[in-house]
């Protein structure tokens, strides 16, 4: 806390400003925190907190030390000032050398390690196995280790020390062939550890990436248009409220000369020892762990990012042909608290590179439906035949929505399962109570997550089935509207021997020799009239482009021991035309339904 105190008297000196009945304290649980300690004395108003421009760190600063203005570059100037003090060549200029005095106080107050997955050890990472953080976290780490690389190439004064972060550079450049040991021991240790090398190390900057991101807020709140959307700032004082999403606040400024914070509930209906909070923005808790360091139990923004790949020719198609198919990039979703919360969604042609890594979508408990529809919607036009382009065709919907399910199944799959460590990881490193707790709570509400949606398609599954009872046909509705069929027919074109050791544990392959064989004899019911005329429309412009794969001559092989019984040619035609004509439900039944064609 005597930190926190020199903090608190710096902040004073520098002109910070808040409420006389806001208080700071400090536990091992939450971490610096305000609280209200009031003196009774009756009085309306809202706590405030308000740092003017002369107190905060912006990107002028990294045009006054660099030359010119990137938050990348603004991150290392932090690392410079923090942790630079012995270079001559900088400090030489004496107002650089006054700036970082003066920010000293403020420097020396920020966390040693923010609890980002970026820092995990080995062990650690494997309690996220399977989730979007362990997957990609590498990749993150290779996209910050190019941005520092994009800044030694094109800030002069940054090249010069090229010689002496010559190892980082190196280890960039043989990123994809490092273990996860010496990604951890070479180049987050040291950040996890204190111990860099250089103030320009590549270590120094992931240290000052994090703490940008657990605590910068935006420069067009003091600064609109003189700054881009993305510059941010940090706010010394400020930066020690906690986040609560349902905290009421206001960001302001007074005509841009201070960045102004007001806690919207009244005075009057504070409690002492309440904790006052800064509100982020709605965040889950991927973003809020890879961030922050933290996670909240039951968060009712948690989300789920499902990346979905596409042959970039079939991106093109939906962005010419479909432009009400919504195709999100991760951009999309990437936001901090003061980013504008509606989503772009590019729709042209020209955004294709956008999505060669994959398209993303969200997942959301509170509003599962509302999040599955534009996946419901890519899925029916990725299952469409060519005959099928009409929206409201609705077999590819019912097929979509089956694809669909099994996608989210996929991934929840392997979240369910419990994994053990490596006996010789555990040897090696040590597990972080706190980083075991965080995971658990990150992981179940992923898994929580995509067991809702499941249940959301399987009711809205119900919901079409009811729907569209009478354009589906079942082998159940079969057996009871054509008991004869499966009385006399089915047997009297297979051999007694054959038809008595077959079971048939496919609806799939029932439905195709009902099809052939109620063709061959002529015998549809009435009721089932509709079934041959779209078989026979089906087949028409197919009559002499009948080619037989291996399935087919299997199928025949299984069924039919006498060959004449039924023409392989036909079976293949009743083959092509069930496979195209039908769904096949996800659910354990695995019950493959005819659909009558739209008209």
């Known amino acids: 806390m005597e930190q926190i105190n020199c903090l608190l008297d710096w902040g004073k000196n520098v002109g910070i400003t808040y409420s006389d009945e806001l208080k700071f304290r400090s536990d091992q649980e939450r971490g610096v925190y305000g609280i209200y300690e009031g003196d009774n004395t009756p009085r309306r108003g809202n706590l405030s907190i308000e740092v003017p421009n002369h107190a905060i760190i912006s990107n002028n600063l990294a045009e006054r030390v660099f030359g010119w203005r ?116 070479k180049l987050l240790l040291p950040v996890v550890e204190g111990t860099f090398h250089h103030w320009c190390s590549f270590s120094s900057f992931l240290w000052s990436h994090l703490i940008f991101t657990s605590r910068a807020f935006p420069e067009y709140i003091i600064n609109k248009g003189n700054c881009e959307p993305h510059e941010v700032i940090l706010l010394p004082i400020l930066d020690l409220l906690n986040h609560d999403y ?146 409201d065709c609705v077999r590819p919907k019912f097929q979509g929505l089956q694809s669909l399910r099994v996608a989210i199944q996929h991934k929840l799959n392997p979240l369910s399962k419990k994994t053990l460590p490596d006996c010789k990881l555990k040897g090696m490193y040590r597990m972080s109570p706190y980083r075991e707790k965080c995971a658990a709570v990150y992981k179940n509400g992923q898994i929580s997550i995509l067991k809702q949606s499941i249940s959301t398609l399987k009711k809205v599954e119900v919901a079409w089935l009811s729907q569209c009872k009478s354009s589906l046909l079942t082998v159940s509705k079969i057996m009871k509207n054509d008991p004869k069929f499966f009385e006399a027919e089915l047997a009297s074109y297979m051999s007694d021997t054959n038809s008595k050791d077959i079971t048939f544990d496919s609806t799939f392959d029932l439905l195709v020799l009902w099809i052939v064989i109620k063709i061959k004899s002529n015998t549809f019911t009435t009721k089932h009239s509709w079934v041959k005329a779209q078989y026979q429309s089906y087949v028409e412009p197919l009559e002499n482009s009948d080619t037989i794969d291996e399935d087919i001559v299997a199928f025949h092989n299984t069924y039919f021991t006498d060959t004449s019984a039924v023409d392989i040619s036909d079976l293949n035609k009743a083959f092509n035309f069930v496979s195209d004509n039908t769904f096949t439900r996800s659910s354990s039944s695995q019950e493959t339904i005819l659909v009558r064609a739209s008209h």
């Open 70 to 185: 990137d938050n990348g570059l603004l991150k290392i100037v932090v690392s410079l000032f923090k942790f630079g003090a012995g270079d001559e060549t900088i400090f030489k200029d004496p107002a650089i050398r006054d700036l970082r005095e003066k920010f000293s106080p403020y420097l020396k107050s920020l966390p040693d390690v923010v609890n980002s997955p970026l820092l995990w050890n080995p062990l650690e990472i494997t309690l996220l196995e399977h989730t979007n953080l362990a997957n990609g976290y590498k990749e993150k780490l290779f996209d910050l280790f190019g941005q520092w690389i994009r800044l030694l190439d094109e800030t002069p004064t940054l090249s010069d020390y090229k010689d002496s972060v010559a190892q980082d550079i190196k280890y960039f450049k043989e990123f994809q062939q490092l273990d996860d040991d010496t990604i951890y021991n």
């Open 246 to 391: 349902e905290s009421k606040v206001l960001w302001s400024t007074d005509r841009g000369s201070a960045f102004i914070y007001q806690n919207l509930e009244d005075i009057e209906t504070l409690k002492q020892g309440q904790e006052i909070f800064n509100n982020y923005g709605p965040k889950g808790n991927e973003e809020l762990l890879t961030s922050y360091g933290f996670v909240l139990e039951d968060n009712v923004n948690d989300i789920v990012l499902l990346k979905i790949k596409l042959p970039l020719p079939l991106i093109a198609e939906i962005l010419a042909k479909e432009p009400s198919i919504k195709l999100p990039t991760l951009d999309d979703y990437t936001t901090y608290a003061f980013d504008d919360n509606s989503t772009k969604i590019p729709n042209s042609v020209s955004d294709i590179e956008k999505y060669k890594d994959g398209i993303i979508y969200v997942l959301n408990s509170s509003n599962n439906e509302a999040c599955l529809e534009p996946l419901l919607q890519l899925f029916t036009f990725i299952s469409q035949r060519p005959s099928e382009s009409s929206a």
